[in-house]
């Protein structure tokens, strides 16, 4: 499905068809908590309880939790032993014929359907490494219960594309945006602080499979199953009717385009219609590669434009120009994308291949080195910010590379399902979308962080198949959510995620935003 979603198109008349991946997640309640004892014996010297109702109902639901699965291990740890010490005796030298025969009776009566060749095996020299094996299991489900380092709560919905979305990005040049690229052949850019759709690009005749904004002006670069990259302005126009560049139109005029039989988001079955600027024309098309486009990044300085393809090559291009300036060649498969150094003139592309290349253009003679660490197709790979490269794969693992010894992986992240593209945050979080409709976040040395929840009705239902980090700093972001997903749900999400540090400077902060309002009323002002 993933295959025949990006090149966008299903025969001549190119019509893009719907994948149906995943299905609806089950979701459970708390029980309400055993009633107080009112007694005077267990009132005495007791005070009322501070925490919220919500919360003891939670922790009382844990309880019962750990609880139950302490009991399920206590009595299958019992039988184990029991068995075990009736196999000792069976195989004791002190015993009669006719004990030893009444104790291996009784022993194969215990197995419980175990092979009995099997259970003789377990003798006082490996019963250590039994209970040893009992202990681990043990405290993999106590840590299942370990408090976050972070917490993840659901922010905004953006919703109107009609198929679904695979990729997503974010800018701060003007304002906080969003920008997603879907299988239904265009491409919309939102505002990140209300979910207001404000510009919707049309050029493509194919599925969009990637999207870019530029680091310091307002140009997107989007990346097609029409074999093409385009750039075009996501700024909003303010003068529609005396513009010459490219072909706009009003939330109005779509309006009307769509009576007259136009393509208008969300006229049929009930969905939500995208508002906002229409536009079809870009400024700038590159042509050249010979299979679909799955990735368009803009290597640093925003001169130039990486590209990804189907055809086992990517392209470096002069934006200004609009000229191929190399192919980059030597992938046995497909490529599945293409992504730049924030700051130096590096290049990763990611393969069906299972290998991942990089490439360093800061000489006038660039050098690439290949990486060899997967088992399967290496879906996407990133850069942080300090010295490291992302790569996830097909194979379920993430791994994490240090730029200066590339020779063998820091830190080998093992997951439930196959990886989509991640993306790293600012301060060295990874947020790892999978096929399984979850969205896994992990610092940058393994140690998983968090996930984001699906205890709502606010949450994925299908795959997630792009996640994106704000890039800015906390103080120049001027919006809730600071992490933002999207999916073959038709939907992308935005999600606010906080540390232990921030949620202890927001309850600061509140509790002198409370004392200073006290004091004014106290006042007199």
């Known amino acids: 499905l993933k295959i025949w979603e990006m090149s966008g198109r299903s025969g001549p008349g190119g019509t893009a068809a719907t994948a149906s991946v995943g299905g ?11 009633p107080r004892d009112m007694s005077r014996k267990h009132r005495r010297g007791s005070r009322e309880s501070v925490l919220p109702p919500a919360c003891k109902n939670h922790l009382n639901s844990l309880f019962k939790e750990i609880e139950k699965e302490f009991t399920h291990l206590y009595l299958e740890n019992a039988r184990l ?17 006719s004990e030893r ?51 993840c709560t659901f922010v905004r919905e953006f919703k109107g594309h009609r198929d679904g979305i695979w990729d997503v990005d974010v800018s701060n040049v003007n304002s906080p945006c969003l ?13 990140a602080d209300t979910g207001k759709c404000i510009l919707r690009y049309l050029g ?12 310091s002006q307002d140009l997107v670069v989007t990346g097609s199953g029409d074999s093409t990259a385009h750039i ?9 009717g005396s513009h010459t560049g490219p072909r706009i139109q009003s939330s109005e005029e779509s309006a009307e385009s769509s009576d007259d039989g136009g393509d208008n988001f969300g006229s049929a079955g009930g969905d939500v219609v995208m508002r906002g600027l229409q536009v079809w024309t870009p400024l700038v098309v590159l042509s050249g590669h010979q299979g679909v486009v799955v990735s368009a990044d803009w290597l640093a300085g925003g001169e130039q434009i990486v590209t990804a393809s189907w055809d086992r090559t990517a392209n470096l291009w002069d934006v200004g120009s609009q000229t191929l300036l190399h192919s980059l060649v030597g992938h046995d498969m497909e490529l599945t994308g293409a992504a730049c150094h924030p700051t130096n003139r590096l290049v990763v592309t990611s393969s069906k291949d299972t290998t991942f290349r990089l490439w360093d253009f ?3 003679i660039h050098s690439v080195s290949v990486f060899q660490g997967h088992t399967d197709s290496v879906s996407c790979a990133a850069f942080s910010r300090s010295e490291h490269i992302v790569s996830g794969s097909d194979d379920r693992t993430v791994k994490v590379w240090d730029l200066r010894n590339m020779r063998a992986p820091l830190t080998n992240i093992q997951l439930d399902s196959q990886v989509n593209k991640l993306a790293v945050s600012p301060n060295g979080m990874i947020a790892i979308p999978q096929d399984n409709r979850h969205v896994s976040i992990f610092d940058i040395s393994g140690g998983k962080v968090s996930r984001l929840p699906r205890d709502s009705r606010k949450c994925h239902m299908r795959m997630v198949s792009s996640v994106a980090w704000s890039t800015a700093d906390h103080e120049s972001w001027r919006c809730e959510a600071n992490l933002f997903s999207a999916g073959f749900d038709r939907l992308a999400l935005g999600w606010r995620v906080k540390s232990k540090e921030e949620q202890q400077a927001g309850a600061s902060g509140s509790a002198a935003t409370k004392t200073r309002i006290k004091d004014q009323h106290q006042g007199g002002y």
Do not use: C
Not at 91 to 96: F, I, K, M, P, V
Not at 123 to 148: E, G
Not at 179 to 191: E, H, L, N
Not at 232 to 240: I, L, P, Q
């Open 204 to 215: 493509h005749q194919g599925s969009v499979n990637s999207i870019k904004f530029h680091p």
């Open 362 to 364: 800061r000489d006038s």
């Open 24 to 34: 609806m997640a089950g979701s459970g309640g708390a029980s309400a908590p055993p």
């Open 101 to 151: 025969d009444r104790d291996r009776d009784k022993g194969e009566e215990d197995t419980d359907g175990f092979d009995i060749n099997v259970i003789k095996s377990f003798t006082k020299k490996n019963f250590p490494k039994t209970r040893h094996k009992l202990k681990a299991q043990t405290s993999k489900i106590v840590s299942s219960f370990k408090t976050s380092a972070v917490t």
């Open 179 to 191: 920008g997603t690229g879907s299988a239904d052949r265009t491409a919309a850019v939102w505002a």
């Open 232 to 240: 075009w302005k996501s700024g909003a126009y303010s003068d529609t």
């Open 81 to 97: 032993k029991e068995q075990i010490q009736n196999m000792e005796k069976g195989l004791g030298g002190g015993n009669t014929a």
